[in-house]
Every structure is written in C-alpha cells, then in structure tokens.
C-alpha cells in the first residue's frame, strides 16, 4: 500500500534543507518598504542603489561594533552610488538614540511594526531582526545578500561588495581612483 502522506513530507524534508520556503534569493525583487529615517521623513525603495544593513537591537554590543565600524569607515562606502541604512524593528526614537551615541553620520531606518522584516525574511522569531546585508539595484533587484555579517569589518566589507558587484563609483571617487 503507498503511503499518501510520502510526497507531503519529502516536501517539507526538502524546503527544510534549502532554508525557508520564501526566502530571498539574488536576484529577486526586494520587496518594497516606506519606513521612517532618523534623518527626518521616510525613506522608500525608489530607482537608486541601496544597502540596508539590518541589525537586531540599538544598544547591544553587535550592533554597537557594527554601527561603529559604518560611523569610522562610511567613507568607503561613499565611495559608491548609493544609499545606505542600518535597519531595525526599533523605533525610530531609539535608533536616533543609538545612532547619536555612536557618531553615526548615515540616516538609520525603524519597522517597528517588523512587517518590512518579514518581508526581507529577517524576522526572528523572538521579534528582533537577524543581521544580514542586503545589496539592491536601482532597479530594485536583490544583488547580493549577505547573512554572515561580521559587525568589526561592516564598512569594509560593504564597500568590497559594491566593488565586486561593479556598483558605479560617485563622479569624485571615480576621478580619484582614476588619479592613481
């Protein structure tokens, strides 16, 4: 006799394997977000490049390495044509706070109500967000993701991305490099 609940559970077996059935992947579209900045208004998925560095908790020790690490080394990441973020389930007070704390001089995004990290798939299940990059094209196109984030080296390994990726380097940046 077949056994009706086999193909159910080889199923289950094989998207356990792989990770989470929805998860996202390179080359997906990234799901579209309008979260509240600490510079002041919101800031929206639009036709700009983007890195949203997620991040569990203002004020833990990680996160508190890795927002230094964006603070003392941006300007590697200036160097590209893009935009970048921390992103938490904080709220945008506490992220203001944190990013004040640590000399932050980049815009920090809240989703307090954890509906973009859900979409992102970086939800936990005790509510905070998981630390992974996601690298996005001006088109909206997930290029990279990296979920093994090492919050010492943050910058650096941001901007070696955008350099492996062929983001476009700012005008002044190009001109420099170029200089040398």
């Known amino acids: 006799m077949r056994n009706r609940f086999a193909l159910p559970v080889l ?7 792989t990770g989470h059935a929805s998860e996202l992947q390179v080359g997906d579209k990234a799901p579209h977000f ?19 560095a997620w991040f569990p908790k ?3 020790k990680g ?3 890795e927002c230094k690490s964006l603070a003392e080394n941006g300007h590697l990441i200036r160097e590209f044509d893009v935009d970048y973020f ?19 001089d980049f815009p920090m995004l809240a989703d307090p109500g954890k509906d973009v990290a859900e979409a992102y798939g970086v939800l936990h299940e005790a509510g905070f967000a998981m630390r992974h990059t996601f690298y996005i094209g001006a088109d909206g196109t997930i290029l990279a993701i990296d979920r093994a984030v090492k919050p010492a080296t943050a910058a650096e390994d941001i901007a070696a991305t955008l350099a492996e990726l062929n983001v476009a ?3 002044a940046a190009a001109g420099a490099e170029q200089a040398q």
Request: with cysteine; glycine share 8%; net charge neutral.
């Open 169 to 171: 380097r700012r005008p």
């Open 63 to 65: 996160c508190t390495i």
């Open 86 to 104: 921390m992103v938490s389930t904080d709220r945008v007070e506490d992220n203001a706070e944190f990013g004040a704390q640590n000399n932050a």
């Open 11 to 17: 199923a289950l077996v094989a998207a356990c394997a």
């Open 34 to 52: 309008n979260l509240e900045s600490t510079a002041g208004g919101r800031y929206a998925l639009g036709n700009r490049a983007v890195v949203l």
């Open 58 to 60: 203002a004020f833990t």
